[in-house]
């Protein structure tokens, strides 16, 4: 499933330019707008994950969803995995719509991608993880913390950068929920489902 979400992003991405090339801006319509907007469609909230604003956008996520994911997929499955992905990017467009006023459009699979980091730290809380620039592996425990607290404080004081600091934090927490409630539940397993469309 990381590989097909990896050609998935990479393929929109390359037809975004071909597109635009011809001066069709498909971006322009598949990207997240408030709903508070007029041009907020629920689509959207699906699309807007496959879109990327530049090359360095969909290069840092795609590093992260082919180093990160794969540990997280293998524990969870692939079926699992795509919902708690799809559910982290909800989680993430969800927060920052709601908390954030602007109607600029949000794009890119960081949210996603923020949800299946903080399950790989919860899963895997000792593992080292690489920086760029800093020489050393973190543990990832402490280095997703670091990451949750960053982006909490970014979106308090507010950037300039054009970075949803907000949607990132909405997808780390929306995988540290989905840890617990799978942990607890049995509401994203199969069997339950299977039961469930029996009845």
């Known amino acids: 499933m990381v590989k097909k ?9 390359v037809a975004i330019l071909i597109l635009k090339l011809f001066g069709i801006n498909i971006d322009i ?3 997240l707008y408030n709903y508070r907007g007029d041009d907020f469609h629920p689509y959207q909230l699906i699309t807007h994950m496959i879109v990327h604003g530049g090359l360095l956008h969909i290069i840092f996520n795609m590093l992260a969803l082919v180093s990160i994911a794969p540990s997280v997929e293998s524990y969870y499955g692939k079926n699992k995995f795509l919902i708690f992905y799809i559910l982290s990017g909800l989680g993430a467009a969800f927060l920052h719509m709601f908390f954030m006023n602007s109607n ?7 949210g996603s991608i923020s949800g299946i980091v903080a399950l790989f730290a919860i899963l895997n809380p000792n ?3 690489a920086v760029f620039p800093i020489p050393i592996g973190i543990k990832a425990k402490y280095l997703v913390s670091f990451f949750i ?9 507010g950037t300039n950068d054009h970075i949803a600091h907000l949607a990132h934090v909405g997808g780390a927490l929306t995988g540290l929920a989905l840890y617990f409630i ?6 994203f397993n199969k069997e339950t489902w299977t039961m469930h469309l029996k009845k």
């Open 104 to 110: 600029i459009p949000m794009v890119g699979a960081s």
């Open 127 to 129: 593992a080292k993880l």
């Open 182 to 187: 799978d942990k607890n539940t049995r509401l």
């Open 149 to 157: 607290g960053l982006e909490i404080l970014l979106s308090i004081v």
């Open 5 to 13: 979400l990896f050609w998935i992003n990479i393929i929109a991405f």
């Open 29 to 31: 319509v598949m990207a």
